[in-house]
């Protein structure tokens, strides 16, 4: 539902905003990538510099499956 997509979208900008190697301008896109009958899928786009990228990126995907799986919300992390 509407709520709940919210809800995720608040919730993943602010993990990603709590990483100081994020960039907080331009912000974060946390954007949908994709819906169906039984998903959506998000793509998760924070900025950082070319040296952070790498462990920004592993870092993230670790904390998204541990903060919203803590929340209840059924997570499956993948790079695109």
């Known amino acids: 539902d509407a ?3 919210f ?3 608040e919730l ?6 709590a990483d100081p190697r994020v960039y907080p301008s331009p912000a974060p896109a946390i954007e ?3 819906v169906t009958e039984t998903m ?3 793509h998760v786009r924070p900025w950082t510099s070319v040296e952070s990228y790498a462990a920004v ?4 995907m670790e904390r998204i499956r ?3 799986g803590g ?3 059924r997570v499956t992390v993948a790079f695109a």
Do not use: F, P, S
């Open 3 to 5: 709520g709940e997509l």
């Open 7 to 9: 809800r995720v979208k």
């Open 12 to 17: 993943l900008l602010a993990l990603v905003l």
């Open 32 to 34: 949908i990538a994709e």
């Open 40 to 42: 959506v899928r998000l």
């Open 57 to 60: 990126a592993a870092e993230t």
């Open 66 to 68: 541990e903060e919203l």
């Open 71 to 73: 929340a209840g919300i």
